[in-house]
């Protein structure tokens, strides 16, 4: 079965991200992890190849008890330390930090970034790579 891995904490971002998957590519499923660390303990443990990573930036907690979710930053980061095994769809909107994101895995990785995600307005990039 192929499979998304994806970093958001935005259950709306979230369940759109699902219907889009769902309609386009039935067959496909998400993972998601919503704080950094969750993210990279299950990619380090992962036992088949994703056909696409999804990467934001900005992580928020739920509440002010909530430990430190991290950011896109640190996955990109630990990302480019590893061998790329399949493409990366970067989609936030906060344009520094996705372009420090991709400037950071640009050696070996196969980036494309898609800031319309927030507004529902193209969905073409994760329909391309989601095959």
Not at 14 to 41: K, L
Not at 87 to 94: A, D, G, M, R, Y
């Amino acid at each position: 079965m192929h499979y998304l891995v994806m970093l958001e904490d935005d259950l709306d971002r979230i369940r759109r991200f699902n219907a889009i998957v769902a309609t386009h590519h039935p067959g496909v499923r998400i993972d998601v992890c919503r704080p950094a660390p969750a993210f990279i303990a299950a990619y380090s443990t992962l036992t088949s190849t994703p056909c696409l990573i999804c990467l934001d930036h900005d992580l928020f907690v739920d509440s002010p008890d909530d430990p430190d979710p991290g950011d896109g930053r640190d996955v990109s980061t630990f990302l480019a330390a590893q061998d790329a095994i399949c493409p990366v769809l970067i989609h936030s909107t906060n344009a520094p930090a996705a372009d420090s994101m991709i400037l950071s895995m640009r050696a070996g990785w196969a980036i494309e970034l898609l800031r319309s995600v927030m507004t529902g307005s193209n969905h073409t990039g994760i329909l391309m790579l989601a095959k």
